[in-house]
């Protein structure tokens, strides 16, 4: 059964940094699109970054860009989310979710309903 399960959330001051980490199994990792979501208290679910881990290109939403990196490790079906230069805006609960990849991710990886397997997310909270 596919499993992904997310792990590095936690409190942090603006300005901060935080690494999140996505651990994937059950599914062949390669031939997949991972990306990162948040769900603020009521805020529609975000795609905020997508990587497809066969050639590692990569996209990320506007409020982000320039301050989240998003990396993946093979050897470690793992997919991180390196966020740097944190702001309160950016408290969220944070899920990984994966797809099959597709040519056409750059423009769909921020549609939820795309998605076959999601993780059950880890709280991100930025104070000011």
């Known amino acids: 059964e596919a499993r992904l399960e997310e792990s590095g959330g936690g409190f942090v001051q603006a300005g901060g940094s935080l690494r999140l980490s996505c651990a994937c199994a059950g599914f062949p990792f390669r031939d997949y699109a991972i990306t990162w979501f948040r769900q603020g208290p009521g805020k529609e679910r975000e795609g905020v970054s997508c990587i497809s881990v066969r050639d590692g290109e990569s996209y990320y939403s506007d409020s982000v860009k320039g301050r989240f990196t998003i990396s993946s490790d093979s050897a470690k079906n793992t997919v991180y989310l390196q966020m740097n230069n944190m702001k309160p805006e950016d408290t969220a609960v944070y899920y990984c979710?994966?797809?099959?990849?597709?040519?056409?991710?750059?423009?769909?990886?921020?549609?939820?309903?795309?998605?076959?397997?999601w993780g059950q997310g880890t709280q991100v909270t930025v104070s000011s």
């Open positions: 979710a994966a797809v099959g990849y597709s040519a056409r991710i750059a423009t769909m990886y921020g549609q939820p309903w795309i998605y076959d397997y």
